[in-house]
């Protein structure tokens, strides 16, 4: 568990990064709790990098299976934040029972940012931090937990 009932947690939210860990990442990531990489990293350097600002919890990503990271990262991660219980995993449907799983599904995949559900069932996808394909800019979130309660916002990485 990381944090309590006392204050929030602050955690940095990213997915997707390709093995390309934008340096802007760590601007954004300052000064919060914890990190979670919801899968594709491809690279252990980033890993290393992400957790020069803060404790990491990552998973494997499709990309991830069949390179070095694919031994070292599980394909589903379970932790409390504040009282509130996130699930990370890369693919969403690899989930069973996602839409009504209780707390925080943490996933990427996709590489469209999205935070949705209702309160007790919600969602945060942070899009993908290094635009790995597509049109969109590069995206992370900013995840605050406190006393059971969950709150997202997308950050588009400053250009």
Avoid: K, Q
Wanted: net charge negative.
């Amino acid at each position: 568990m990381i944090g309590d009932a006392a204050g929030p947690v602050r955690v940095g939210v990213l997915s997707d990064t390709h093995g390309r860990l934008d340096p802007r990442v760590a601007e954004v990531f300052a000064g919060v709790d914890a990190i979670v990489h919801a899968g594709d990293v491809v690279s252990l350097d980033d890993l290393v990098a992400l957790r020069e600002i803060a404790p990491v919890t990552a998973v494997a990503g499709n990309c991830d299976i069949a390179g070095e990271l694919g031994c070292v990262l599980r394909g589903v991660e379970r932790l409390t934040l504040a009282g509130v219980s996130v699930t990370v995993v890369h693919d969403i449907t690899d989930l069973p029972g996602w839409r009504t799983a209780p707390g925080l599904v943490i996933h990427g995949h996709t590489h469209v940012a999205e935070f949705a559900g209702e309160p007790g069932c919600m969602r945060l996808n942070p899009g993908s931090a290094s635009r790995a394909y597509g049109d969109g800019p590069p995206t992370v979130a900013l995840l605050t937990c406190e006393a059971g309660e969950v709150s997202a916002e997308v950050v588009r990485l400053p250009e």
